[in-house]
């Protein structure tokens, strides 16, 4: 099998410790590290993300995927950098104010990840204004939030609201998210985009960003 | 003493549907306090399900409002609470589990439900109830399920991790959450009271249908089973999201009155449970019911209603009740429980 191939197989798979010694391999014989990234990571991580969008993955098999992914990413990063590789872009992601829940957002993260974005994660519990003070110091393009509770959901409202307020609406798209969201509700709210799961999220993004899919 | 709901339970047929929403955290709005308030407070929580019983009139109550945090916190876990007028619903960070996953799982501490964290309290709420509305409608303690409980206990992401890497460790978490549950589920049942069990992690939104009937459907059965040799004939599950997948196994857990969420396939629950003779309660969308009409909402109702097909065991419920939710929008919905005729 294509080594590369190989790659995205074992990170496909979970194999942690056989995906860090491939990836460091690859480095070895002179394999780019973009080629890594691209024909290794992103492409088990696309097949993870069909799995799952199939009901053939779980919850448990896909962050055994991404520590896999997680693995060989930190021993790219110095290369990928040195290559002067970019991210696709830059996403925010967080849980909105009140929700202690980060499953969801993390899966997402994951499967963006997977597909070449950067992600800054400011995690739980986020207020409107931890999300402003990050838009102004990361200068995302897309801003992603996460809520798990009916009653938590709408502090998306409030936190696009201030967002509108603090003069950065223009400056972000906004994709919301979570088990009690909707697109009706996204509408509702003056979001950008909406996203029923963690596949359809990097279809979306990509959507927002005019990018091909 | 309202039969309706135990009517249901045996299918023998009500009057009506029962009506039983969803309120946990919307407790609180009723006596003008917050969640982290009225959850910490005996009197303030007792008083809370007084209002909800009086201006909801639903065909059962249930003593809880963060209702998966209780024993995870009585086993050593930080409770967030939130002060001043904020109402964000109490919760348990992952950051703040008690168990990391290298030690052993008898070393966690088995908590008393008369002297550990808020266990007495919301045994004393339980009390209070049984006293004043115990002979007119059925009272329900809540508490979490083993899945969900364990979840907290290590981190609901590190657990999903630990399924793949350390089956065993999760089985033995399993294990010692399921003991904590049946011994506060006990106590309920001394004070005269039914329980619930809330187990939402475990959704097939989350854990495969495998993993489920793997580790987590023989821990369950034991706990419903437990309770039913306490003197609880009929032992409610409550599993959020599309539980469609795993219903085979959700009715193998032996629970009566399973839930059967917005998202699930009401037909297909229909078909299963009326073949098992189970009740199940099946859910309003909740997402809407602060941006919906009460006009919107008697209809969408109406027609949740006719998918029962008159089956004696369904129960009318929601998904649960965002704080602040009008009184108006519980109303209509219970009216049209009210006017709906069965076939």
């Given at each position: 099998?294509?080594?590369?191939?190989?790659?995205?197989?074992?990170?496909?798979?979970?194999?942690?410790?056989?995906?860090?010694?491939?990836?460091?391999?690859?480095?070895?014989?002179?394999?780019?590290?973009?080629?890594?990234?691209?024909?290794?990571?992103?492409?088990?991580?696309?097949?993870?993300?069909?799995?799952?969008?199939?009901?053939?993955?779980?919850?448990?098999?896909?962050?055994?995927?991404?520590?896999?992914?997680?693995?060989?990413?930190?021993?790219?990063?110095?290369?990928?950098?040195?290559?002067?590789?970019?991210?696709?872009?830059?996403?925010?992601?967080?849980?909105?104010?009140?929700?202690?829940?980060?499953?969801?957002?993390?899966?997402?993260?994951?499967?963006?990840?997977?597909?070449?974005?950067?992600?800054?994660?400011?995690?739980?519990?986020?207020?409107?204004?931890?999300?402003?003070?990050?838009?102004?110091?990361?200068?995302?393009?897309?801003?992603?939030?996460?809520?798990?509770?009916?009653?938590?959901?709408?502090?998306?409202?409030?936190?696009?609201?201030?967002?509108?307020?603090?003069?950065?609406?223009?400056?972000?798209?906004?994709?919301?998210?979570?088990?009690?969201?909707?697109?009706?509700?996204?509408?509702?709210?003056?979001?950008?985009?909406?996203?029923?799961?963690?596949?359809?999220?990097?279809?979306?993004?990509?959507?927002?960003?005019?990018?091909?899919? | 003493?309202?039969?309706?709901?135990?009517?249901?339970?045996?299918?023998?047929?009500?009057?009506?549907?029962?009506?039983?929403?969803?309120?946990?955290?919307?407790?609180?709005?009723?006596?003008?306090?917050?969640?982290?308030?009225?959850?910490?407070?005996?009197?303030?929580?007792?008083?809370?399900?007084?209002?909800?019983?009086?201006?909801?009139?639903?065909?059962?109550?249930?003593?809880?409002?963060?209702?998966?945090?209780?024993?995870?916190?009585?086993?050593?876990?930080?409770?967030?609470?939130?002060?001043?007028?904020?109402?964000?619903?109490?919760?348990?960070?992952?950051?703040?589990?008690?168990?990391?996953?290298?030690?052993?799982?008898?070393?966690?501490?088995?908590?008393?439900?008369?002297?550990?964290?808020?266990?007495?309290?919301?045994?004393?709420?339980?009390?209070?109830?049984?006293?004043?509305?115990?002979?007119?409608?059925?009272?329900?303690?809540?508490?979490?399920?083993?899945?969900?409980?364990?979840?907290?206990?290590?981190?609901?992401?590190?657990?999903?991790?630990?399924?793949?890497?350390?089956?065993?460790?999760?089985?033995?978490?399993?294990?010692?959450?399921?003991?904590?549950?049946?011994?506060?589920?006990?106590?309920?049942?001394?004070?005269?009271?039914?329980?619930?069990?809330?187990?939402?992690?475990?959704?097939?939104?989350?854990?495969?249908?495998?993993?489920?009937?793997?580790?987590?459907?023989?821990?369950?059965?034991?706990?419903?089973?437990?309770?039913?040799?306490?003197?609880?004939?009929?032992?409610?599950?409550?599993?959020?999201?599309?539980?469609?997948?795993?219903?085979?196994?959700?009715?193998?857990?032996?629970?009566?009155?399973i839930l059967c969420d917005a998202k699930a396939d009401a037909g297909q629950f229909?078909?299963?449970?009326?073949?098992?003779?189970?009740?199940?309660?099946?859910?309003?969308?909740?997402?809407?019911?602060?941006?919906?009409?009460?006009?919107?909402?008697?209809?969408?109702?109406?027609?949740?209603?006719?998918?029962?097909?008159?089956?004696?065991?369904?129960?009318?419920?929601?998904?649960?009740?965002?704080?602040?939710?009008?009184?108006?929008?519980?109303?209509?919905?219970?009216?049209?429980?009210?006017?709906?005729?069965?076939?």
């Amino acid at each position: 099998m294509n080594e590369l191939h190989e790659l995205a197989h074992l990170v496909e798979q979970g194999q942690t410790q056989r995906v860090a010694t491939l990836t460091q391999q690859l480095l070895d014989k002179g394999v780019g590290s973009p080629t890594i990234l691209n024909e290794g990571l992103i492409a088990g991580m696309t097949v993870v993300g069909e799995k799952m969008r199939g009901g053939e993955m779980y919850l448990p098999e896909v962050l055994q995927a991404a520590s896999a992914m997680h693995a060989s990413l930190n021993i790219l990063k110095p290369h990928l950098i040195k290559a002067g590789a970019k991210p696709v872009s830059k996403i925010l992601m967080g849980t909105v104010k009140g929700d202690m829940h980060d499953i969801g957002k993390n899966l997402v993260g994951i499967m963006l990840q997977g597909a070449g974005f950067e992600i800054v994660d400011l995690g739980l519990n986020v207020s409107p204004q931890k999300f402003i003070e990050a838009i102004n110091t990361h200068g995302p393009s897309i801003v992603g939030m996460s809520a798990m509770l009916t009653t938590t959901m709408l502090n998306m409202k409030t936190t696009i609201e201030a967002i509108a307020a603090a003069g950065l609406r223009t400056k972000v798209k906004v994709i919301v998210g979570g088990a009690p969201v909707s697109q009706k509700f996204s509408d509702e709210i003056g979001a950008d985009g909406y996203a029923r799961d963690a596949v359809l999220a990097v279809d979306k993004v990509k959507q927002l960003l005019g990018l091909a899919a | 003493m309202n039969k309706r709901l135990e009517q249901a339970l045996t299918c023998e047929g009500s009057d009506r549907v029962p009506f039983l929403p969803a309120i946990y955290e919307h407790k609180a709005w009723f006596v003008g306090e917050t969640p982290s308030r009225v959850c910490r407070d005996v009197g303030l929580f007792t008083t809370a399900v007084f209002a909800e019983y009086e201006r909801v009139q639903p065909d059962a109550l249930t003593v809880g409002i963060d209702v998966y945090n209780v024993e995870a916190e009585a086993v050593g876990c930080r409770v967030t609470y939130y002060g001043g007028d904020d109402t964000s619903i109490p919760a348990i960070a992952p950051e703040d589990a008690v168990f990391q996953g290298s030690e052993d799982v008898a070393s966690l501490r088995m908590p008393d439900p008369r002297r550990d964290g808020r266990m007495p309290l919301t045994l004393e709420v339980a009390r209070n109830v049984m006293k004043v509305l115990g002979r007119e409608v059925p009272i329900r303690g809540a508490v979490s399920g083993p899945f969900s409980m364990a979840a907290h206990l290590v981190g609901p992401e590190h657990l999903f991790m630990l399924t793949v890497t350390h089956p065993h460790l999760v089985k033995d978490l399993i294990a010692f959450s399921a003991e904590v549950i049946k011994r506060y589920g006990r106590a309920f049942i001394d004070l005269g009271c039914s329980v619930v069990i809330f187990d939402s992690q475990a959704s097939p939104e989350l854990l495969s249908p495998q993993m489920y009937r793997d580790i987590v459907l023989a821990p369950t059965q034991g706990v419903v089973r437990y309770f039913q040799q306490c003197g609880v004939p009929h032992v409610p599950l409550i599993i959020g999201g599309n539980t469609t997948k795993i219903l085979d196994s959700y009715l193998e857990t032996e629970a009566n009155n399973i839930l059967c969420d917005a998202k699930a396939d009401a037909g297909q629950f229909l078909e299963k449970c009326s073949k098992a003779r189970r009740a199940f309660r099946r859910n309003l969308d909740s997402a809407d019911f602060l941006q919906t009409t009460p006009e919107e909402l008697h209809r969408h109702t109406l027609k949740s209603l006719e998918e029962s097909q008159g089956y004696a065991g369904f129960i009318l419920g929601t998904g649960v009740v965002p704080y602040g939710t009008p009184l108006a929008q519980l109303t209509a919905i219970r009216e049209a429980t009210r006017e709906y005729q069965r076939g």
